[in-house]
């Protein structure tokens, strides 16, 4: 025992008969993001039609537009749920972008600016 590694679950010194967890995490963080992104999704399409006699035509535009965008990183997420042995080079450096990130921060960046516009008229 003098020179054993302490035993860790999952770690270095994991005992072999141990369960491991292969993919819960990367699972988990794909339903996040498809969350997120029906959550924008939704939030968008409330505020246009909550907001449409303040902001016009230009802020269904915009807010149309935070509704693609996110529908499309949910398209996304779900094409990641693909076995790996589909995926092709494409997808993961799709994954690896950070376009999804960028396209739903500028989604809820664009209904942010349309609110705050139409409150201040």
Do not use: H, K, N, Y
């Not at 969350?35 to 807010?63: C, I, N, Y």
């Not at 494409?90 to 209904?111: K, P």
């Amino acid at each position: 025992m003098s020179g054993d590694p302490p035993s860790r679950p999952g770690g270095f010194g994991r005992p072999p008969s141990a369960p491991v967890d292969r993919g819960a995490a990367a699972e988990r963080t794909e339903l996040a993001w498809q969350r997120t992104s029906l959550s924008v999704a939704t939030a968008a399409a409330v505020l246009a039609r909550l907001s449409f006699d303040r902001t016009g035509v230009a802020g269904v535009v915009v807010l149309a537009a935070a509704s693609v965008l996110s529908l499309w990183v949910f398209a996304a997420s779900r094409r990641r749920r693909r076995p790996i042995e589909s995926r092709t080079t494409d997808d993961v450096a799709e994954r690896q972008s950070g376009r999804a990130t960028a396209f739903l921060s500028v989604a809820i960046i664009a209904m942010t600016a349309i609110e705050l516009g139409g409150m201040l008229r």
